[in-house]
């Protein structure tokens, strides 16, 4: 039998394989869509004729693509195109920026944007829909918080949401209002609906340009598979990612995790509809709580600075008990957003109740973000087989004082265990939650090993650090593993599906500041190079 050849060979002197905690020099034989062979370069050149395309990469870091085990999609597309608020340090200022992103964009019938906090503002006020109105009186604006749970609008798009001060409080959120019972222009939760609705009314071909541009943008920065979770109001775009599949377009895995609600029809209709390599869904997801700055996460004591509330649930506790159960027991997999301690154990209750009924299996269910946690359930983690949905950049994306302020200290102790469930034993995985944040996996890795807090300079409980290779474990490996994906992606080794990416710099070898300067060289996902920083895009 003749020896099968080779499409691409790579080498490096740094190749980090996920298999050891430090990289080594290797290089990678890819055939199709898989990696055949691993060695030497000498080992290599019996893989090699004249077809075969080689990169020499000398001391650059060749490692697993990057796998964001927690994002959506298409409003992230959005988010690329739209105002982007997280430098803005005043109301003023928040204010300049959308005024000049307005005037540079005449056509654009909504102006959105993103990520303005303003417990970073000089006054730490919340704004109101009259300033937005005195910049933009015609034209309706969408500003989301920097957490997403929130957002703050003018009062054109509460018009054509029509929302006024008769419109009662949706089942979780509430639409604030002034004295005089008038809207103010911010929405909590689900009361952004009717507003994201309208804004986000996309047509079909502006739904393809945006997820094209998304695609480019991921390439870009070595993102391989992404998982997209439901939304508080998702754009409808299946159909395009599946043109995208079926044109050979789809450049990097997309895992679907649709709502979790009593539908399961639907849910199973779906999960038979998309089951491919490239395109699939990998289970169902929903919201137990909000955030910890708009005291909509849902704690088991009172919050600090406003002990009349610990935050709500967006189900009633038994509906996500009963939910889990049924979802659990047709095989489904299950993500809930759970940032408060009253809501990770809800969701660490759910799951041990659906053992109970259903009998243990591996199941893989998982909970996303896991900001404040009570200590007694660290452990349930590894008992349970739940793994634990991080996103590292969050610790810094809330002005910390604000952050400990709505906790309290005793609380203060458990933020973003990230060392403590790993030393406890739980899976970890990694992810950007963008648009939340930017989709640069290595922003996430450097907080990871940093912990440096929202000031830049003083680091958040140091005994929370793990080291450079856990980190690129946990978005790698640890995704892989987190959607039953590990014998095909999140190592880099022989029959595995070739998703790599090759970084500008061995990251082992450089200061943890340089992290955030490093740049993808190359992407390649199932055999296909997808971003060639020496040329530009390429397409598969």
Same mark, same amino acid.
């Given at each position: 039998?003749?020896?099968?050849?080779?499409?691409?060979?790579?080498?490096?002197?740094?190749?980090?394989?996920? &298999?050891?905690?430090?990289?080594?020099? #290797?290089?990678?034989?890819?055939?199709?869509?898989?990696?055949? #062979?691993? *060695?030497?370069?000498?080992?290599?050149?019996?893989?090699?004729?004249?077809?075969? $395309?080689?990169?020499?990469?000398?001391?650059?870091?060749?490692?697993?693509?990057?796998?964001?085990?927690?994002?959506?999609?298409?409003?992230?597309?959005?988010?690329?195109?739209?105002?982007?608020?997280?430098?803005?340090?005043?109301?003023?200022?928040?204010?300049?920026?959308?005024?000049?992103?307005?005037?540079?964009?005449?056509?654009?019938?909504?102006?959105? *944007?993103?990520?303005?906090?303003?417990?970073?503002?000089?006054?730490?006020? +919340?704004?109101?829909?009259?300033?937005?109105?005195?910049?933009?009186?015609?034209?309706?604006?969408?500003?989301?918080?920097?957490?997403?749970?929130?957002?703050?609008?003018?009062? =054109?798009?509460?018009?054509?949401?029509?929302?006024?001060?008769?419109?009662?409080?949706?089942?979780?959120?509430?639409?604030?209002?002034?004295?005089?019972?008038?809207?103010? *222009?911010?929405?909590?939760?689900?009361?952004?609906?009717?507003?994201?609705?309208?804004?986000?009314?996309?047509?079909?071909?502006?739904?393809?340009?945006?997820?094209?541009?998304? &695609?480019?943008?991921?390439?870009?920065?070595?993102?391989?598979?992404?998982?997209?979770?439901?939304?508080?109001?998702?754009?409808?775009?299946?159909?395009?990612?599946?043109?995208?599949? @079926?044109?050979?377009?789809?450049?990097?895995?997309?895992?679907?995790?649709?709502? &979790?609600?009593?539908?399961?029809?639907?849910?199973?209709?779906?999960?038979?509809?998309?089951?491919?390599?490239?395109?699939?869904?990998?289970?169902?997801?929903?919201?137990?709580?909000?955030?910890? /700055?708009?005291?909509?996460?849902?704690?088991?004591?009172?919050?600090?600075?406003?002990?009349?509330?610990?935050?709500?649930?967006?189900?009633?506790?038994?509906?996500?008990? $009963?939910?889990?159960?049924?979802?659990? $027991?047709?095989?489904?997999?299950?993500?809930?957003?759970?940032?408060?301690?009253?809501?990770?154990? &809800?969701?660490?209750?759910?799951?041990?109740?659906?053992?109970?009924?259903?009998?243990?299996? @591996?199941?893989?269910?998982?909970?996303?973000?896991?900001?404040?946690?009570?200590? @007694?359930?660290?452990?349930?983690?590894?008992?349970?087989?739940? /793994?634990?949905?991080?996103?590292?950049?969050?610790? #810094?994306?809330?002005?910390?004082?604000?952050?400990?302020?709505?906790?309290?200290?005793?609380?203060?102790?458990?933020?973003?265990?990230?060392?403590?469930?790993?030393?406890?034993?739980?899976?970890?995985?990694?992810?950007?939650?963008?648009?939340?944040?930017?989709?640069?996996?290595?922003?996430?890795?450097?907080?990871?090993?940093?912990?440096?807090?929202?000031?830049?300079?003083?680091?958040?409980?140091?005994?929370?650090?793990? /080291?450079?290779?856990?980190?690129?474990?946990?978005?790698?490996?640890?995704?892989?593993?987190?959607?039953?994906?590990?014998?095909?992606?999140?190592?880099?080794?022989?029959?595995?599906?070739?998703?790599?990416?090759?970084?500008?710099?061995?990251?082992?070898?450089?200061?943890?500041?340089? +992290?955030?300067?490093? =740049?993808?060289?190359?992407?390649?996902?199932? *055999?296909?190079?997808?971003?060639?920083?020496?040329?530009?895009?390429? $397409?598969?």
């Amino acid at each position: 039998m003749s020896q099968q050849v080779a499409d691409v060979i790579i080498s490096s002197n740094a190749v980090f394989t996920g &298999l050891s905690d430090q990289p080594e020099p #290797a290089s990678i034989a890819i055939a199709d869509n898989k990696i055949i #062979a691993i *060695g030497s370069d000498n080992q290599m050149k019996i893989y090699s004729d004249e077809k075969t $395309k080689t990169y020499q990469f000398k001391d650059q870091l060749i490692m697993p693509g990057f796998h964001d085990f927690h994002l959506h999609i298409m409003q992230g597309a959005v988010a690329l195109k739209s105002v982007n608020l997280f430098t803005a340090r005043s109301e003023e200022e928040a204010l300049e920026i959308i005024r000049e992103f307005a005037e540079s964009n005449p056509d654009n019938p909504w102006i959105i *944007g993103f990520t303005w906090d303003a417990g970073y503002w000089n006054k730490e006020q +919340l704004p109101t829909r009259h300033s937005l109105d005195r910049i933009l009186p015609d034209r309706p604006a969408l500003m989301f918080h920097a957490e997403g749970h929130y957002a703050w609008v003018n009062t =054109k798009a509460l018009e054509l949401a029509n929302i006024n001060r008769d419109t009662e409080n949706p089942s979780y959120g509430m639409i604030s209002k002034d004295k005089n019972g008038e809207p103010d *222009g911010l929405l909590y939760e689900k009361a952004m609906d009717p507003v994201i609705c309208n804004a986000f009314n996309f047509s079909n071909s502006q739904k393809k340009e945006i997820f094209s541009n998304f &695609l480019s943008y991921a390439a870009s920065l070595g993102v391989t598979a992404v998982h997209d979770l439901h939304a508080l109001k998702s754009i409808e775009a299946l159909h395009i990612f599946k043109e995208f599949e @079926d044109k050979g377009e789809l450049t990097t895995r997309i895992h679907l995790w649709p709502a &979790l609600n009593r539908d399961l029809g639907q849910a199973k209709q779906l999960r038979e509809t998309y089951q491919s390599d490239k395109l699939r869904v990998s289970g169902l997801k929903q919201f137990i709580d909000g955030v910890i /700055t708009a005291r909509t996460a849902y704690l088991l004591d009172p919050y600090a600075d406003q002990v009349e509330t610990c935050g709500e649930t967006s189900f009633p506790p038994e509906t996500i008990k $009963k939910w889990v159960v049924d979802a659990d $027991k047709e095989g489904f997999s299950i993500r809930f957003h759970a940032i408060g301690d009253g809501a990770i154990r &809800l969701a660490l209750d759910a799951f041990e109740g659906a053992q109970k009924v259903n009998g243990k299996r @591996d199941s893989r269910h998982s909970i996303e973000h896991v900001e404040v946690i009570h200590p @007694d359930d660290i452990t349930r983690f590894k008992e349970l087989g739940v /793994t634990a949905s991080m996103q590292p950049d969050h610790l #810094a994306m809330s002005e910390r004082g604000v952050y400990t302020d709505r906790i309290g200290s005793e609380r203060e102790k458990y933020v973003f265990p990230i060392h403590t469930l790993q030393k406890a034993g739980a899976k970890v995985a990694f992810g950007t939650d963008f648009p939340i944040d930017i989709l640069n996996p290595l922003l996430q890795i450097y907080r990871a090993v940093s912990r440096i807090d929202s000031s830049g300079k003083t680091v958040w409980h140091p005994h929370e650090r793990i /080291t450079l290779a856990e980190a690129l474990k946990a978005y790698t490996s640890g995704s892989a593993f987190g959607t039953f994906r590990e014998q095909e992606l999140g190592t880099l080794e022989i029959g595995k599906l070739a998703d790599i990416v090759v970084l500008d710099r061995n990251l082992f070898e450089v200061p943890m500041d340089e +992290l955030l300067d490093t =740049k993808v060289q190359l992407t390649i996902v199932d *055999g296909k190079v997808v971003y060639d920083h020496s040329s530009s895009l390429v $397409k598969s």
